[in-house]
Structure formats: structure tokens, C-alpha cells
């Protein structure tokens, strides 16, 4: 019954962000019921695994680099006495915030924006928890390259990507969206054509390159890890074709606007193509699509700012039926993981949910 009530909100909400795109107390309601999935969990995905690097990072002698800054909070959190769903719950309530402000800020049909993100890539922010974290750090970066087009903005969002990667290693990657500011880089078909050649020809020199960046265990993870590597030409083919469709779809729906940020967020979406070839060596680099994903829902909510621009009416319930379906796949019917150990958790095992709804 409980995840059941649970999922009912849930799309109560995101029908109600559709509908009332620039409602704030739909926002207020969005904000609230997201923070207590996120800040309230203890269950399901990678929750034991959290609850071992917790009580790993409780010594101090564990505490150094990479994730330094999520290492720290950890030790901070132990410190003072709070368990691992207690400095969720404060450290989700911020990230959250962040967003909503960073939303809001760049897009009055604010609702409708988070309503998207509700459908899909949410519930991977509640279960990889530290990534979530590096979220709001990237998106104040993105505040910064949207709002002006100079190398203080440039400098100030490689502070922020490098804030974000000591919570969370691959946030490194997003340095290269801030070749999304530069005008002069002309962004289009010739040059995603180039850039996947090069990043195809190259992919074999990747790990070595990175590696001034990440130390040796997590080039393993990312490029020879096994057990998140897709095993079949198919499967790397699947994940690519998907990718491939959300830009595709977000850029659509975003339309021909003039404005210099929805210009900036589709040369942002179209830049993650090339992460396409990465696909090769794990799935685990699906998460930059995933985040970018986000910042152009604030480029597709932006068309609905104006009473007069509609044209991309026939593109954003394409986007929505598209983000339905991922939901589908990735959380309900995806191999080992699915419906059970994705979905129902957030409901069935959230503290403030039992606490209201009793257990089952």
C-alpha cells in the first residue's frame, strides 16, 4: 500500500507541474515531497554500500583523497552523533534547494521543469547519493556559464566542477561543457562528426590521460570494471541510440530560440554526444547525460515562459512519453535491478513515510 500512495503523489505531481508550469506552491509541494524521498531513505539500491563508507569515514586516517570533501562530511556527520539518514536528510535539503533556486532562476515555468525531473532521472539521486551532491555544485557551475560569457564565469564553473568532484570523481568530465561558451566554437553536425571521430579513434588512450585526473582505482572502475560494463554490441548500441534521442528530443522541444541560454543548453546537450564511445567501457558514464538532461528541461520549460510561444507543443509530450518510457526501462524492468530494488524503497523504506503511513 505504501509505495502504491507513494507513486500516486508522485504523479499527482508531476501532472500538477505539467498543468500549473509557474505555480509556486506546486513548486513548495515538489520541493518538499522530493526532499523527503531524497533526505528520509534507508533502503534499497546502494544504501549498504553508504552505510559502509559512513561508517568507514568515521576514522580519520581514511580521510584523503579522491572525495575528499565527501569523506569529510562523513567524518563531520559522525562527529557530531547523526546516523547516515540524518546527514542525508540535511545535505539533500541544500542540494535540492540549490536546484530549485538555479530552476527558478533561469526559467519561470519552474513546475513544469522539475516535473520532468521527477519522471526520470529522479530516483538515481536518491539511490547514488554523493553524484546527487556533485549535482548541485554542477548546476551552480551552469548558473554561471548561462548568465554571462566571460572567463570570470568560465573560471568560477571550473571551481564549481572541481568542488563537485571531490564528492564525486566523474564530475571532472563536465569541464568540457564549458566549451558551451565559447561562440566562436561552432557547435553543429561537422563538429559533433569530429569530435565522436576523434573520441572513437582516442578511446583507447582515454584511461591513460585520465589518469593525472583520477588515481588507479577509479580508472578501474570506470574503464575496466566488469561489472558494469555492457557486454554486447547491442546493449552499447542500446545506450547510445538513447542518448542519441534525448538530445534529440530536448533540443526539439527547446525550438529556435534566440536567447543566448537556450542557445548555451542545446551546444551543452549536444556536446555529451561525444561520451558516446565511452559507452564501450562502462554504463556508468550514462550519469553525464543524466545530469544534463536536467539543466535542458529548464531550456524546454523556458518555451512555455512566453503565452505566445507554443512551438514546441508537439515536441514536449514526445519528451514526456520518451522520459516515461526510460522510467520504465531503467527502474522497472532492468535486469537484476528493478521495480523492487529501485522503486519500492523509496516508499516502503523512507522514515518520514513510516513514520505517517506506518509500516507494512
Known sequence: MIPFLGLFLSVILII????????????????????ILTGFNHGGGDYGGY????????????IQSP???????????????????????????????IIFIVVSKHTKSKCFAISLFMIFPFI????QKRFFIGTA??????HFLLTGSNWKNRIIYIIFCVIAAQFHTSMYFFLIFMLADFDKIKIDRKFIFWALTISFLTISFVPGILSALFNSSKIYLYFYDESMRLDSPFKVGAYC???????????????????SESIKIKRIMLISLVFLPFYIYNSVFFRIIRLC????????A?????????????????????????????YCLSGSFGYEVLVRPMFDQNVVIQQVLGDE
Not at 16 to 35: D, E, P, R, T
Open 293 to 300: 538532461i536536467i539543466l535542458g528541461y529548464v531550456g524546454v
Open 241 to 259: 541510440l538513447i542518448h542519441i534521442l534525448f538530445v534529440f528530443l530536448i533540443n526539439k522541444s527547446i525550438g529556435k530560440s534566440e536567447s
Open 124 to 127: 538515481d539521486n536518491i539511490i
Open 67 to 97: 572525495e575528499i570533501f565527501y569523506k569529510g562530511l562523513c567524518y563531520i556527520s559522525n562527529s557530531l552523533g547523526l546516523d547516515l539518514v540524518a546527514m542525508e536528510a540535511i545535505t539533500s535539503f541544500f542540494v535540492l534547494l
Open 16 to 35: 500538477c507541474g505539467l498543468i500549473f508550469k509557474k505555480s509556486k506552491f506546486v513548486y513548495v509541494v515538489q520541493f518538499l515531497w522530493m526532499w
Open 302 to 330: 523556458k518555451r512555455y515562459d512566453s503565452a505566445d510561444d507554443r512551438t514546441n507543443d508537439k515536441c514536449a509530450p514526445l519528451l514526456v512519453g520518451y522520459l516515461v518510457t526510460n522510467f520504465l526501462f531503467f
Open 137 to 142: 555544485f554542477i548546476f551552480i557551475g551552469f
Open 51 to 62: 552505510e559502509f563508507m559512513y561508517s568507514l569515514y568515521s576514522v580519520p586516517a581514511n
